[in-house]
């Protein structure tokens, strides 16, 4: 059974860290994808951070130079490294991965998922 588990979320204020990690069980090794998607409230699935089985990775322009995707294939965990988190950064952030997919952002790609992990920015 393919299983994704993210954590990590909590409460930040701005100008402040976090790393999020989702741990996958249950695949078979070769080509893969894995991606970041947050979600706000009342807003579609935003693609934020992808990295491949090669590390090859991909990052939204809004997250560019604060996100860091990275990757420990031997215990199959994926992080994001955020720094210097603004509010609009708050959302409920999922883990995503597909199988012989090339690195992409878009959800559509995606057909498995974990249950997300939440991520609040306030003042």
């Known amino acids: 059974q393919v299983q994704l588990v993210e954590s990590g979320g909590g409460l930040v204020q701005p100008g402040g860290s976090l790393r999020l990690s989702c741990v996958a069980s249950g695949f078979s090794s070769g080509r893969y994808a894995m991606t970041w998607f947050r979600q706000r409230p009342g807003k579609g699935r935003e693609g934020v951070a992808a990295i491949d089985n090669y590390d090859i990775t991909i990052y939204a322009d809004s997250v560019k130079g604060r996100f860091t995707t990275s990757q420990d294939s031997a215990e199959n965990i994926l992080y994001l490294q955020m720094n210097n988190l603004i509010p609009e950064d708050s959302a409920m952030y999922y883990c995503?991965?597909?199988?012989?997919?090339?690195?992409?952002?878009?959800?559509?790609?995606?057909?498995?998922w974990g249950q997300g992990t939440k991520v609040t920015v306030f003042s």
């Open positions: 995503a991965r597909n199988a012989f997919v090339n690195v992409s952002l878009r959800p559509s790609v995606y057909i498995y």
